[in-house]
């Protein structure tokens, strides 16, 4: 949506500075398809962009106009690329000297640029072409931490945005990273505070579970930041150890909202990625499969294999789902007969189908 | 099921309508990608079956005329633009020309707006006499960068799993893959597999239904013209399937990502990446369209929910859904002959009768089935 700020500043074709611009109005030959009927700032604005563009002028009163448009239209993608162009032309070249590794400081224009990015971004948090452009400003900034922060505060705007959440699992590979290492333009600051950044991110993973442990998107980032960033861990003592943890995680949450497909897709995950047989957490999956019992006991607290609460709505259906995928296939169909007929009815047709072949073709999830 | 209401298929076309004929200055952002809109207003109208009876043979051929002129060529190659939106305006007509033979910097070719392009021409029956196809090829080839993925124009940053389909969807419309690095591009797609069973829009991303359909539909484009199959392992296969049928909502709708609203256009991205799988006889095809039925806009359009605004490209991706998943409805329900669209090529997203032209028209001759 364009912004209606723009209204309030004198057009460009009114400023004494602009005067030495002739303005290059937007062609159209044939019959347009689906014209756009401009605002007089938009044609204002992008006529004199066009001239610029022409004239191949890099100046700052290009970065002026430049967001005046990006204003009005964030999704200009030649705006955002002239504007970076720009952007390089007018700041110092790196000196000479400095050492590769060094932290570089901030030049004032870099920093107004950084500055003007986390307003537009929160704004235009949709827009392909923001994202874009800070992405383009990381290599030039070089202060990954600072993006990190920014980050979390989009997030608190909308905690399930996929720009956001893409542009930190980028910006956690290419700085943190297995590549980041070899990157001879990575400040030496940067690399060392890794082992630190990645431990803060599983807290930030729970901190955003807190919030709503139903966010998709805080789960996969916690899958990217266990197991695909960096790949497993070297030693198998320390695989068996965060295979353990994660499990015990998942479960944990599942028992506080066992309907809940993230937290079943992440055990899933966890469990193909570590190659371990679904069947291996049967005995967890079986406490939510079936509905309460008048016998439960809930004396005896199994640390490894957290029960549903009394008020939890039973069967799940992710764990009948869940319990059918690890058993031999025909003890399976019992379940699937009861999602089909009573607890998922939707997918019908996929749990029928699924009784049909279990004598077939298709074998448990993990083979 | 409940009484489905009428699909309105009138109401939906002049929604359409309406747009090509102009948008006002709310829409501004379409700018610099209008040729898609154009593509999702003419898409919708060929989905309703009503190109050739409802649009006039000069109106038809001025709409040809306007998407030809997006293509430009230049040092890149040759595709076409989102609009002339950095197109300026010359004094003389000489100048103009001058200008019009090469594109600026600033004014390439855009690879999603090419595979747009290519498809509303064919939906119009052009003869694609005039394509420069081995600048095409050309353009695509600027396009791939180190890692297999392509750019949305040349040299830029911007590229995900979105422009990779547009390259493969060209080339297979082309049927000439020499403007791309297959295995390369290929490799770019496995890496943005996730543990949920769907594809992320870049490495690392979160699963995805738009993305997901553009990765399979990728995968499957490659394996119909090399003859190759088995990108995929059966259990991979089998994890996809469940991860998009666990997407269809109680609403009838599907979701993009687990755990969020269903939204009209993912009863495509993810009906249709079913459909390339083979499991379209899992969907509840009439949950999909009683969900979509409530999407209609009372005065024409389909929109992402019901209750919200409507647009082109809601109105086509529903509209291509209930083309794959029509809902069973008895003969005798009045509102059944509403319901009933031609059958949808869900590999190249047109009609199965466009997709024809395509494959008739867009190859080289010599180099084309023949």
Redesign the interface.
Known sequence: ??SKAAADTPLFAEREEWADVQP????????????????PE?KDA?GYF??I??AGEKSARVLELTENIIR???????AW??RYETLLALLPPPAEDADAGAQPDIPPLLAAELALMDELAVTFLK???VW?HR??LVPLARQPRRELAFIQRGLAVDA?N?HT??YR??LL?ACYGRGAAADPAMPDAVLDEAAGVWAGELDFVDAALAQDV????A???R??VV???RGQADSEAERARIFRRELIYTKQNIAIAPS???AW??L???L??TNTPFAAVQDFARLYAYPHSADETRDVVDLDNPAPGADAELPCVQAMEFLADAWETEAGAEMWKSLANEHDT?????WE?RIRDAHQ???P??? | MTQLPRLSRAGHAAHCKRCLSGLPASQTDIDGSRLALAFYCIGSLDLLGIVEEQVSLQERNLWKQWLWEQQTHGKYGTGFRPSPFMTAQHISSKEQEQVESEYGSYDTPHIIMTYTALISLAILRDDFATLDRAGLLRFLSTCQREDGSFSTVPGSNESDLRTLYCAFAISSMLNDWSGVNVPRAISFINTCRTYEGGYGQSPFCEAQGGTTYIALASLKLASDAFGRTGYLTPSQQQETVQWLLRNQASSGGFCGRTGKDADACYCFWCGAALKILGAEDLVDSNALASFLGRCQFKYGGISKAPGENPDPYHTYLSLAALAMYPPHLSDTDDNARSWRLDALDPLLNAREETTLWIRRHIPVPSNGPS
């Open positions: 949506m364009p290059l109005e937007q062609y159209e030959g044939v019959n347009p398809i689906a014209p756009i009927f401009y605002s938009y992008t066009r001239a563009v022409q009005q239209n964030p999704a200009h993608y030649s690329c002239y827009t392909y072409q874009h992405r383009l399930k996929y959440w893409s699992q980028w590979a139903r966010n998709n998107s789960w996969h980032h899958f990217f197991y695909g960033a809940n497909p993230s897709n992440y899933r995950g966890v193909r990625e939707i997918r019908r047709q996929y189908h073709t298709i074998k999830a993990v083979e």
